[in-house]
């Protein structure tokens, strides 16, 4: 069955330092992966997804992923984090076949220090 | 296009009462979705349709629970009757067929809180 791991229940970065959130998923296949942002008391907002082609996808908000099949991951990364970033960020993984099924991880929280 | 539109935003309800959830998809989505999020059990999925059949119930915790799709427009989760462990945020969401390009689209959840 497939699953997600985001081994980092919380990370907290300075404003403007950089940002990896790890993301590992377990599937027998090339999965679909999409990362979700939640900020307080709202809903999940798509950042960015993959589902073919070139492995680094660019998202909203200047965040950006990285597709790697042999460490069955994919991380979420933003060069300079703002204030306003600070929210919980959700990994998720589809299947490629007949299934709709989105599973996701855990959520990383994210705090960012002025 | 509004989104995915839920109903209430919020709902107290007591022990044993019925509680109705509704949510309106993103129009011309095939799928669709009903979540449940709470902090012990993160991201659960409970059902998804697809033109309105249900085709996945595998998530539905029990018998209590029940969900419908009478069009394509509508939809509703159904607790009957309601128990404090149901207490959750429960999330609507929408695909099209093909969900590797558009994503999927979520509803900005109801928060149920059962007293």
């Known amino acids: 069955a497939q699953s997600v791991t985001q081994p980092d229940i919380h990370i907290t970065v300075s404003e403007g330092a950089s940002l990896e959130l790890r993301c590992n998923y377990s599937y027998g296949a090339t999965p679909y992966l999409f990362w979700y942002v939640q900020s307080p008391g709202q809903g999940l907002q798509l950042l960015l997804k993959?589902?073919?082609?070139?492995?680094l996808v660019q998202g909203i908000k200047g965040f950006e992923a990285e597709f790697k099949r042999s460490q069955s991951s994919f991380n979420l990364r933003k060069p300079s984090v703002h204030w306003s970033d600070a929210a919980e960020y959700f990994c998720a993984v589809g299947q490629m076949d007949s299934s709709y099924k989105l599973i996701f991880g855990s959520g990383t929280r994210l705090l960012v220090r002025p | 296009d509004a989104g995915v539109i839920q109903s209430p935003r919020h709902e107290v309800t007591e022990m044993g009462q019925e509680v109705t959830l509704r949510c309106k998809p993103i129009s011309g989505h095939d799928y669709l979705f009903w979540y449940r999020q709470t902090m012990m059990r993160g991201l659960e999925l409970l059902i998804y349709?697809?033109?309105?059949?249900?085709?996945?119930d595998s998530g539905m915790p029990e018998d209590r629970f029940s969900a419908k799709m009478p069009n394509a427009s509508f939809s509703t989760l159904k607790i009957q009757p309601s128990e404090p462990r149901d207490s959750a945020v429960y999330f609507c969401a929408s695909s099209p067929w093909d969900r590797g390009i558009y994503g999927y689209t979520f509803g900005s959840g109801t928060r149920l809180t059962v007293v």
């Open positions: 993959y589902f073919s082609g070139d492995t």
């Open positions: 349709f697809n033109n309105n059949v249900p085709i996945d």
